[in-house]
């Protein structure tokens, strides 16, 4: 598997217009995954990701972390791109974990991936996930094509299988909304 199949141009071009609901789910909660706040919450750009960004967007604070300290894979390499915003981002600029969200894959031992809830620990709860609320097919279909996508890079493979694994360990049953297998 190479370190460089994924093009991060399609994955933005196919994710710019989806949203998890029809209208917009910032209504329900008040933004509040989006929020600038205390906890100084982000999201971690994938390898190469960084290179959809100047790294001089006044609504993002780049902050370059070692992996071995952020418990990453041992193929993950310095830096990792932990990213924080203002809480604002233009929609075609935002990076990818948050067009995810509340989705996110776990991948079987026998290579079925799937599309789950979410089952960090967040400071917020999310009423997508606490409802149960029945998300949009293209979101679903079009998160599950991003995730086969990136899926090829090794190094993005590694960090599934090991949250994946991590998962299965803690006995979390997360929710399920889609599976590659037929
Ligand atoms: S917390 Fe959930 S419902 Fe609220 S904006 Fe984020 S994704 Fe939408
Ligand atoms: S980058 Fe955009 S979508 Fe992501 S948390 Fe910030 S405001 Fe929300």
Request: with cysteine; aromatic share 22%; charged share 20%.
């Given at each position: 598997m190479s370190k460089k199949t994924v093009d991060y141009q399609i994955l933005y071009q196919l994710t710019n217009d989806i949203t998890p609901i029809h209208g917009d789910c910032g209504r329900l909660c008040g933004e509040i995954c989006c929020r600038d706040n205390e906890d100084n919450l982000g999201v971690y750009l994938f390898p190469?990701?960084?290179?959809?960004?100047?790294?001089?967007?006044?609504?993002l604070q780049f902050e370059l972390r070692h992996p071995a300290e952020d418990d990453f894979?041992?193929?993950?390499?310095?830096?990792v791109y932990f990213v924080h915003c203002?809480?604002?981002?233009f929609r075609e600029r935002r990076p990818l974990n948050c067009r995810f969200f509340p989705l996110t894959p776990h991948l079987l031992k026998d290579n079925t991936l799937l599309l789950i809830h979410e089952t960090l620990e967040l400071p917020y709860l999310c009423p997508l996930i606490t409802k149960r609320t029945q998300l949009r097919k293209d979101f679903i279909a079009v998160t599950a094509r991003c995730w086969l996508a990136l899926l090829r890079d090794r190094r993005i493979r590694d960090l599934v299988e090991m949250d994946s694994r991590e998962r299965e360990k803690e006995g979390l049953r997360p929710h399920i909304v889609w599976s590659s297998r037929k």
């Open positions: 190469g990701e960084e290179g959809m960004f100047t790294g001089k967007e006044n609504w894979p041992p193929s993950w390499e310095y830096p203002t809480g604002f981002c």
